[in-house]
């Protein structure tokens, strides 16, 4: 079966079986190996990317289900040449990446939820990282560099919700 | 990755297409959570699939003044915003809130979660055995609707013919309340569920999930409370009537063993009712 989707904003054509998991496309067709397969049953969040807008694990997404669907990965978030996230900016700027390997599933949960919840507490940041695992236990970090993100564009009289993903 | 496989992948755009597909076999896709994790549990994912999420009556809540109508293909976090504040289903928003984390809530389905034959920890179970929902099915014979109790019990032998189409809910609740035991925030299955909810007849409903294959109503504990000379709800009165007529068999399981599960309950019906009393409709 042929299923075709957007994938970082490219064209992107799959010929195989429509229940593989998205997650193995785009690290083994794709090369897209900032998304991580970890446990490969939606309880760490390491293979985290946004469907349409929504941040999925992509462990659990058969490909069949993405015809036709916008899929960005970590590396489609920001370009080389482009500046970073604002909240990959923060989390840089703060040292909160430690090992890294729950990074970009991360960023991709989090860059979605700064989008939609520019006026997040921290209670509400954490409950939204509970879907994301890191190793490190560095979670004191990313839950500050989010809420320092929100901060600074609350301040600079930006929408959070305007920040590109 | 899988070596290539020879798969027939149905996304169906009508039911009478679903169904065409499941007449000739096709297993139904949801949001995938479940069927996806098949090969870890040692199972090979069905030959053939059809999935529903291009369906777009069943991707649809509809509420009225008195009813409300979920689709089957509607995922947790989209059914926790549509009914985010509607009197009496305070319960069921938590259910959809809370279950498993927000990556999952995004993608898995009401459908999906009461469709799992062998997940008993399902949220959503719970929450509307409260409500007392109607499942609707499209049959091989033509559309069936049945109490959710009677479809948990029989939905092996249902979904072998059926699809479960629409979830159907009477607004007949002033609050409920759902108290869910993890061993973590996030990552693992519930110990034990408590749904709870109280009817425009000041009658409580109590539910239990995760602590049997099945979730099910606690008739016990509901009679024991109706039969109080000075009936009132109240969460340490409550708890120890649960103690009293606690009727369930613990499963076994690797988060939690039988025992265990059954021996939480009363504290969670105390947490619940306590719940239920701070809701707009008690309070």
Redesign the interface.
Known sequence: ?TVTFQLNGEDCRFD??????LV??LR??RFLTGTKAVC??????AC?VHVDD????S????V??V?GCAVTTIEGLSFGSQALHPLQANFEAVDAVQCGMCFPGMVM?LSA?VRDNPHASRPEIK??M??N?CRCTGYERIVDAVADCLDQARKAGQLVGGIHV | MAPSVERSFTAASTLEEAMAARRQGAAVLAGGTWMMRDPRRGVDLPEAVVALHRIPALSKVEIEPDHVVIGAAVTHAVLGRALHGAVGFEGLVAAAENAANPGIRKVATVGGNLCALDFAAADLAPALLVCEAAVELETFEGPKLLGISDFLKDRHALLAEAIVTRIHLRRDLVASAHIRLPLRKAGDYPVAIVSLAVDKDKRCRIAVGSVEPVARRWTALEQAMRAGPAYALDPERTAELALEHNDFQGRGGKEAEGWYRRQVLPPLVKRGVAALLKTGGLA
């Open positions: 079966m195989g079986d429509p229940m593989t998991p193995d496309i083994q067709e490969r049953e939606g309880f760490c969040g985290t929504e941040a999925v694990p462990c659990l997404k058969p069949g289900l015809q949960s939820f409950a939204a509970a879907g695992i």
